[in-house]
């Protein structure tokens, strides 16, 4: 089983984080994009985490 779904989330959960993040940095919710970007970079797949850290970056920026 891989790590993802033994953590008890799937890839849809982890897509849904990063598209809520995407939706709540176009409204100006910066500090809710990053909590959902953080919780992808921890429970993501490796691109999802990469993903995450590469918006999170963003965000920082």
């Known amino acids: 089983m891989p790590e993802v779904a033994s953590a008890g989330v799937d890839d849809s959960d982890v897509a849904t984080k990063l598209e809520l993040a995407q939706a709540y940095e ?7 994009a990053r909590e959902l970007l953080q919780e992808v970079a921890q429970e993501g797949s490796s691109q999802q985490q990469e993903l995450a850290r590469t918006r999170l ?3 920082d920026a």
């Open 26 to 32: 176009e409204m100006g919710d910066r500090e809710g």
């Open 57 to 59: 970056a963003a965000l």
